[in-house]
């Protein structure tokens, strides 16, 4: 790892080594220019996601049990209705969704001019242009690894929440990502139940979740670095868009397509890195069934258990940041 101090100049024209707090500067510029234009981008599809497939269970009826006039469920000699324990328990219904999909732009790294494109610094009394790595070392990689490892919102990453309004962010879309549903058990009716082998599966929607983006920092302010210029190898400053043009290529770079292992940004569901936002939580009723039964007349008995009991987790989908 080859991390460089910089040189600038101070106020009468003297080289002098960048502080601590100056670089941090340029680092978070680095973060501000990946958020004005992204590599790595998330979006919200109707089915088919990179990101790949999440799940929602709910509970639903078992299948109704329909007896006749010449069935006797428990030997009494009178037809009647299926024992309890004769009827199918509740089942369970499960809903898939693959809606979060991510590209990666395809970046070239930026181009080291005859080794003297980059900013200078100094080693043992001499005057030196920092390599590609150098600035990956110095700025780059620090910078990715507070994007992907500290607290939100950080430019050009995504975050999950409960709603498409939350300060800092923006909503990717206004279609949800996730919707955990459970069993509504005020609609399961006696009078519903079907003939032999129906069910009846009511849901409702308990929360839906979003995908946003948080929105970009204000452009923090930096030093202007020094570099060596081609033409004349005369020591001059960087502006600001000479700068803003290489640390953007840079991150870019680097997030999209990295520079080892390790350096590259990357998302997933379940898996490791940083957590983005709300959990996407699967809940779901834990009863055994709630029985029930219809007359429908003289041949005709059916029963049929019903979901009941408490809301339960069964599980909590994360979205996580991270870099491979």
Same mark, same amino acid.
């Given at each position: &790892?080859?991390?460089?101090?910089?040189? @600038?100049?101070?106020?009468?024209?003297?080289?002098?080594?960048?502080?601590?707090?100056?670089?941090?500067?340029?680092?978070?510029?680095?973060?501000?220019?990946?958020?004005?234009?992204?590599?790595?981008?998330?979006?919200?599809? #109707?089915?088919?996601?990179?990101?790949?497939?999440?799940?929602?269970?709910?509970?639903? !009826?078992?299948?109704? !049990?329909?007896?006749?006039? =010449?069935? %006797?469920?428990?030997?009494?000699?009178?037809?009647e209705y299926a024992l309890e324990g004769d009827t199918a328990e509740p089942g369970t219904v499960t809903?898939?969704?693959?809606?979060?999909?991510?590209?990666?732009? /395809?970046?070239? #790294?930026?181009?080291?001019?005859?080794?003297?494109?980059?900013?200078?610094?100094? *080693?043992?009394?001499?005057?030196?242009? &920092? /390599?590609?790595?150098?600035?990956? %070392?110095?700025?780059?990689?620090?910078?990715?690894?507070? @994007?992907?490892?500290?607290s939100q919102p950080q430019p050009g990453t995504y975050y999950i929440y409960t709603g498409t309004t939350?300060?800092?962010?923006?909503?990717?879309?206004?279609?949800?990502?996730?919707? %955990?549903?459970?069993?509504?058990? #005020?609609?399961?009716?006696?009078?519903?139940?079907?003939?032999?082998?129906?069910? +009846? %599966?009511?849901? *409702?929607?308990?929360?839906?979740?979003?995908?946003?983006?948080? =929105?970009?920092?204000?452009?923090?302010?930096?030093?202007? &670095?020094?570099?060596?210029?081609?033409?004349? $190898?005369?020591?001059? +400053?960087?502006?600001?868009?000479?700068?803003?043009?290489?640390?953007?290529?840079?991150?870019?770079?680097?997030?999209?397509?990295? !520079?080892?292992?390790?350096? $590259?940004? /990357?998302?997933?569901?379940?898996?490791?890195?940083? =957590? +983005?936002?709300?959990?996407?939580?699967?809940?779901?009723?834990?009863? /055994?069934?709630?029985?029930?039964?219809?007359?429908?007349?003289?041949?005709?008995?059916?029963?049929?258990?019903?979901?009941?009991?408490?809301?339960?987790?069964?599980?909590?989908?994360?979205? $996580?940041?991270?870099?491979?």
């Open positions: &790892m080859a991390v460089r101090t910089p040189l @600038i100049l101070d106020g009468s024209n003297n080289l002098k080594e960048m502080t601590t707090a100056q670089i941090n500067a340029v680092k978070d510029r680095v973060r501000y220019l990946y958020g004005a234009n992204p590599s790595v981008t998330l979006s919200r599809v #109707a089915s088919g996601g990179a990101l790949g497939t999440i799940t929602d269970t709910r509970k639903t !009826s078992g299948a109704a !049990s329909v007896t006749t006039g =010449n069935q %006797d469920a428990d030997d009494d000699g009178a037809a809903v898939n969704y693959d809606r979060i999909d991510r590209a990666e732009a /395809s970046t070239s #790294a930026s181009a080291d001019t005859n080794s003297v494109a980059f900013p200078i610094y100094q *080693t043992s009394g001499n005057i030196q242009s &920092m /390599s590609l790595t150098d600035v990956y %070392d110095t700025f780059i990689h620090p910078a990715i690894d507070t @994007i992907t490892g500290s939350l300060a800092g962010y923006t909503a990717v879309s206004a279609d949800p990502v996730f919707t %955990d549903t459970r069993a509504n058990t #005020a609609s399961f009716l006696a009078a519903n139940i079907g003939t032999a082998g129906t069910t +009846q %599966d009511f849901a *409702t929607t308990v929360t839906n979740y979003y995908l946003l983006s948080a =929105n970009n920092i204000a452009a923090p302010t930096m030093e202007q &670095m020094l570099f060596i210029r081609n033409s004349d $190898k005369n020591i001059e +400053q960087y502006t600001q868009a000479e700068m803003d043009t290489w640390l953007q290529n840079c991150v870019r770079h680097v997030a999209s397509q990295g !520079s080892g292992t390790g350096t $590259k940004i /990357s998302y997933n569901l379940n898996g490791s890195g940083t =957590n +983005q936002g709300s959990g996407m939580t699967n809940t779901i009723l834990d009863g /055994s069934g709630n029985y029930q039964t219809r007359f429908v007349g003289a041949d005709d008995y059916r029963s049929q258990e019903f979901p009941n009991g408490s809301a339960t987790t069964a599980a909590t989908h994360r979205l $996580k940041i991270t870099q491979v």
